[in-house]
């Protein structure tokens, strides 16, 4: 006699329960190995699933302590909540989310407002996935306005040179990346002790007729440091006096200190107040306190912004222009940028940027005191604090030992070689950012102290001299090296 199998019983029902019951780390999921290289054949429960992708994280680190990153390590309940639920707009479709398009164009205008555009230019802008996609579409700008220009100039620019874009070399990686996706020559600027920014001096002698524009840095990521914008602004004034057919633009890439300077150095000129600031880059994600991925560019006005990046779509009924590379991606972190700027305002963001930079200058101070360092920046501008090893400093060991030695404390605090040029000083670096609270900067401190005692005394020194960069969590934080200079990317010399 056949037995009957019936599809669902009571008992069936049970061991569901009592599968619910089972205690997570009792479950026979949470024994087995979480999948590699092929899907797992039978679902996981999600509350298993979940606990063991969490623990499996939870090893890389705890994101407050690590000071490399200029990334935002904290929002607020509220932000994560509204993000969570908007997660599944897509940023980009703007017929189909048009109050989400909205609520990106109010922070373009916001932003706007803040960097000084006028109205009466037409100021235009876009969302991005941050600055380095901020910063193509910047140098796309500049490219697109040369080409025109130059031909109309009747200059050869197919043959006889490459376009050029002048920056120094503290340049953040993106802008190798769009020099070499569009085939430009990079004119570096360099670095050297007595010019840790653009090189007012010499910046000119770089520019030619094939001169697309120059990046000024506002937030030189080695080091925080500002390059002189008002400076810049003036000698551009004076070459394109000369040079009425092919003027010279600015681009500033502000992705940290564009959101920094409009609230805690209102004076300073570095914005479009400055009549050949034509574009202006921001990490949304940086200290525009929303989590990654989120940046922003914006033109001065209509005649900054090439008609052949404007696409037009269809928005309301109507048509609004988009120039994004426009990658699909969620609506939250345009969300979340709307709700900081709404939920602080001015004076909100003024706070947080002050505490933050009271913090870093507090690091900076106590760093000085040890005797043991030359501050190469101490939270001036942006709150990054930086610094090499006295060349007296005599001592057995290296930043990168210091470095190592942090780590085991649960600090991430890299230590790199500046730029070609520079690569023989080795500095190390701290971001301080809203979530790194002043106990937590004294706790640092403290730390520092006692490893520092420590490899005072050690016998054998960990010997990490290859200088090997710590990748941890490197983004915002990756080092440029001189395209043409191959050989910098190994082993920069140790201070010793
Ligand atoms: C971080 C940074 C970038 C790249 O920004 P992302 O937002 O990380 O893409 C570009 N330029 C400078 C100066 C930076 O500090």
Redesign the pocket.
Request: glycine fraction near 18%.
């Given at each position: 006699m056949q037995k009957h199998e019936p599809t669902s019983t009571i008992l069936d029902h049970m061991d569901e329960k009592t599968k619910y019951l089972t205690p997570i780390f009792g479950t026979e999921a949470s024994d087995a190995q979480m999948p590699r290289l092929k899907m797992n054949d039978q679902p996981v429960e999600p509350r298993v699933a979940y606990e063991m992708i969490r623990e499996y994280l939870s090893i890389e680190g705890n994101a407050t302590q690590n000071l490399t990153t200029?990334?935002q390590t904290y929002m607020e309940p509220m932000a994560t909540k509204i993000m969570a639920e908007v997660m599944e707009k897509n940023a980009i479709d703007k017929d189909e989310y048009p109050m989400t398009a909205d609520l990106e164009n109010r922070c373009v205008a916001m932003l706007g407002d803040l960097w000084h555009a006028n109205p009466d230019e037409q100021p235009m802008g876009t969302s991005t996935?941050?600055?380095?996609?901020?910063?193509m579409l910047g140098g796309l700008g500049m490219l697109f306005r040369w080409k025109q220009l130059a031909k109309d100039a009747g200059i050869d620019i197919y043959t006889a040179q490459r376009p050029n874009l002048v920056i120094s070399s503290g340049?953040?990686v993106?802008?190798e990346k769009f020099c070499r996706y569009w085939d430009i020559e990079m004119r570096l600027v360099p670095l050297d002790a007595d010019h840790l920014s653009l090189n007012m001096d010499t910046v000119m002698d770089y520019v030619d007729d094939h001169t697309i524009g120059i990046t000024a840095?506002l937030?030189?990521?080695y080091t925080g440091k500002y390059d002189d914008v008002a400076k810049l602004d003036e000698l551009v004034e004076a070459y394109n006096e000369k040079h009425p057919k092919l003027p010279i633009r600015i681009h500033v890439?502000g992705?940290?200190g564009a959101m920094v300077a409009p609230f805690v150095e209102p004076d300073l000129l570095w914005d479009f107040k400055l009549k050949n600031v034509w574009s202006i880059n921001a990490?949304g994600?940086?200290y525009g306190l929303v989590y990654?991925?989120i940046?922003w560019v914006l033109w001065r006005g209509k005649e900054a912004l090439p008609n052949d990046l404007i696409f037009w779509v269809s928005y309301l009924g109507g048509e609004e222009a988009t120039m994004a590379i426009n990658f699909s991606r969620s609506a939250s972190q345009i969300v979340g940028q709307y709700y900081v700027l709404m939920r602080n305002g001015f004076a909100g963001f003024k706070e947080i940027h002050e505490r933050t930079l009271d913090v870093a200058r507090y690091l900076a101070a106590e760093l000085e005191e040890m005797g043991l360092f030359v501050l190469y920046e101490d939270a001036d501008h942006i709150p990054i604090v930086c610094w090499g090893l006295k060349d007296d400093a005599d001592v057995p060991w290296t930043l990168y030992d210091l470095s190592d030695r942090l780590r085991m404390n649960g600090w991430l605090v890299p230590a790199y070689p500046m730029p070609a040029n520079m690569q023989d000083t080795v500095i190390q670096r701290v971001v301080a950012r809203a979530d790194f609270s002043m106990q937590l900067a004294v706790k640092l401190v403290e730390d520092l102290k006692k490893e520092v005692a420590t490899l005072n005394k050690a016998r054998f020194v960990t010997g990490n001299t290859q200088g090997v960069i710590n990748t941890g969590f490197n983004?915002?934080g990756r080092f440029a090296v001189n395209a043409g200079d191959k050989d910098q990317t190994k082993a920069p010399s140790s201070r010793k």
């Open positions: 200029f990334c996935v941050g600055s380095s996609e901020a910063c340049y953040q993106c802008w840095i937030g030189i990521t890439d992705a940290s990490s994600h940086k990654p991925g940046g983004h915002g």
